[in-house]
């Protein structure tokens, strides 16, 4: 049982901390508001009203965060690649080429779609 | 991290499939790099070279280099007798779909625009199209390749996930009757997306059970493991409903019909040939490699899904007023038949027959399949396809000739002799008597008959009414459509009278069952 102490203390002081800054927050902090902090989401779509038909709506940060996936997972698979590297010699270096290159066409389809021009 | 050893991978086997995801690249390349008046004339030959090179490499691993009897990949892929035989078929299946998908603007102009608004009239009076059209099919067929082919849960989930994401998109492309497409997209999204993650989490539960997601391994695990057979039974379930919502059997078959009716017709032509015969693929594998064994426990409930399946398939068909809908039920009571094959495990673990029949059965359904969509595309209305039943009234009159090919293939469905449908069901039934499965035989007569009722309703719709005034149009076929529907007639036509080559052929494919 003492060996859950620890983690109940834990557990404890984050909910308290918690708590505490965001019940002394609006006595303490500064109002400074403007048009952006008073929508809904500050991600550029205004939820209401909705535009006729529905509307477009822009992707960039999905475009963002998909790339970001994408090298995500490409630093996972290089990180174990590179720790392996001398056992795996030349077999792991060819199937390692071939895995950055199909990232990169990816990369090269988003970049000539303007993918990467936030405007 | 002491003993990492390179794996070796046989690239010679896989290269069907590599070319085919090699292709598909290359073709994210083109529409990178390609100015776009040029992109679809790049996209065409490169996509038909890829699929009949992967034909080819089929053929040579057939005929010159021998069928491997050992799993490639670390055991992770399977290219055995049935692989290869179903690889061809996905190849050819595919490589007729995607002449009806070159063949017209089948496909929305830009998928971003808005339905009905300006910016959609846009990029009509443009002339945009959108090519991702092409590397998304060969992506597709290039999971459908693996899924029939992967010897692992994971790889199973990965080819699943590739063949599945581009066929959700495609969906949502149709040029016509936008809102309808979208809508399908969605609902297949959504529903596919859960019955993956219902598969993910069977796999989670057999892994739990066996300590490895190999279907060889988990086979060997059967008797060794003791007291855990609720994460088996669990698992088992799991998986059984992630694979059987890709085949659209009865409990999960509720996506089919909005799906095929919504999807552009070329990529419902390519989902219901190409995804059934991997979907169908993929299920023999895991039931009869992995779970072989375990066949006392998951057949009786696959007795009730097949019973579920071809009934429900048969009657609701009857029901649809919109011809894809139907064909898309008619879809559903064909899953059915095939699975009274799948459960006809007879005596031994696994039947040699049964996997013989539906390995014929499901290349004369889909081939059959393509060209009765193919048909479809050519009977228009003003807003499109005239989908409506109605609408096809009399046109036996005014375009005979169409009709009467249409009603050829209909009769394939339904089985009757001289048809190939006759010994696609032929084989699996008889393979499954043999099997010992009777009664399921015997409910898949019934719902046979039922279903020759619609078929045969449509036919003397088409023949025996009296046309309406303002029928739709049947538009001259392009060289493409052309050629799918005539392929499709021959095909049907000769397996129907000669079937033995192909029959032994299947035979041959199965004799050596599955490697391990």
Known sequence: MELYVPILVLAVLAAGFAIFSVSIAPFTGPKRWNRAKLDAYECGIDPTPQPVGGGRFPLKYMITAMLFIV????????????????????????????????????YAYVWRRKGLDWD | MNDIAAPTIEYGQLAPMLLVFGAAVLGVLVEAFAPRYLRRSIHIPLTLAALVGSFALVLVQVFVSGVPTSPAAMGAVAVDGPTLFLWGVIAALAFVSVLLINDEDNFVAQAAAVPGSADEEDAEIAGFSQTEVYPLVLFAVGGMLLFTASNDLLIMFVALEVMSLPLYLLCGLARRRRLLSQEAAVKYFLLGAFSSAFFLFGMAMVYGFAGSVGLSDINAALPNVGGQEPLLVLGTALLGVGLLFKIGAAPFQAWKPDVYQGAPTPITALMASGTLVAAFGALLRVFWVALGNFDWDWRPVMWGVAILTMVAGAILAITQTDIKRMLAYSSIAHAGF??????????AEQNRDALSGILFYLLVYGITT???????????????????????????????????????????FAGIPLTSGFFGKYAVFSAAVAGGVLPLVLVGVVSSAIAAFFYVRVIVLMFFSDPAADGPTVVGPSVGTASVVAVAAAATVVLGVFPEPMLDLADKAASALFVR
């Open chain 2, 338 to 347: 095939l699975l009274t094959g799948v459960i006809a495990t007879g005596a």
């Open chain 2, 370 to 412: 393509v060209g009765a969509f193919a048909i479809v595309t050519m009977v228009r209305d003003a807003g499109g396809e005239a989908g409506h039943l109605s609408r096809w009234a009399g046109l036996g009159k005014r375009s005979p000739m169409l009709a009467g090919v249409f009603a050829f293939f209909l009769l394939a």
């Open chain 1, 71 to 106: 090298f995500d997972i490409e630093i996972i698979f290089l990180y174990p690649w590179a720790v392996a590297f001398d056992k795996l010699g030349l077999f792991g270096l060819v199937e390692m080429v071939l895995f950055i290159v199909t990232v990169l066409v990816a």
